[in-house]
């Protein structure tokens, strides 16, 4: 009964695009089945054509190995985002300890509108949410634009859901995901960002974590 609760509760939160989340404390455990942090090289698990998004951050420098055989709209979408510099000078603006990072949010409220309504399909699932995985946020179905998010867990509960299938993984600076300012947790509100874009977090929220440059090798 507990456990079908809190899916509900998940499922409602995940199709408001990940405005909200189950408290730290609800968060499930690393799944017994599949235990190992996202770094594994083992070629049975991982496709072998890869992408290969740099993010420089206020923290240092992650990279992300994107794999269009797990997603081939959702890597194409990010590779198209990367070259209109839409994710650079954007917020990690949701922090969900042993949960979710979020981002994809233009500074530039101009920008970020030109995108947001821009959706892609939906693909099926090829890979499980695992720990330092990256996905599309989403707000139902066909829905995925702009935003991602890096699992800090095994989320296999993100799987049963449908429609969060992961489009990539961080490879180096897990440590520096796992830095990231989770003083503000859920505060910053998406609907002043879309307004206000950075005039707005910036003002509110001083020490927010920032991508500076994201760039593909």
Request: hydrophobic share 35%.
């Amino acid at each position: 009964m507990k456990r079908a609760l809190f899916s509900l509760l998940v499922t409602s939160f995940l199709l408001a695009g990940l405005s909200c989340a189950p408290t730290p404390s609800k968060v499930p455990e690393l799944s017994k089945a599949d235990p190992q942090p996202a770094t594994t090289d083992d070629p049975n698990v991982k496709p072998a054509e890869k992408v290969v998004l740099n993010l420089h951050t206020t923290k240092g420098k992650i990279v992300i190995h994107l794999y269009p055989e797990w997603s081939p709209l959702g890597v194409a979408r990010v590779q198209e985002l990367v070259k209109t510099g839409f994710y650079n000078d954007i917020a990690f603006f949701r922090v969900v300890p042993s949960f979710v990072i979020q981002f994809g949010m233009n500074g530039d409220p101009a920008l970020h509108a030109k995108w947001s309504e821009n959706n892609i399909p939906d693909e099926p699932l090829k890979a499980s949410n695992r720990r330092g995985y990256v996905t599309f946020a989403k707000g139902g179905p066909n829905s995925r634009s702009t935003q991602l998010f890096i699992n800090l867990n095994n989320n296999p509960n993100l799987d049963d859901m449908g429609g969060f299938p992961p489009i990539g993984e961080v490879v180096e600076g897990f440590d520096v995901v796992k830095k990231i300012n989770a003083e503000y947790r859920e505060k910053p509100d998406q609907g002043q960002i879309r307004l206000y874009g950075n005039e707005y977090l910036k003002k509110n929220f001083p020490n927010l974590d920032y991508i500076k440059s994201a760039e593909i090798e």
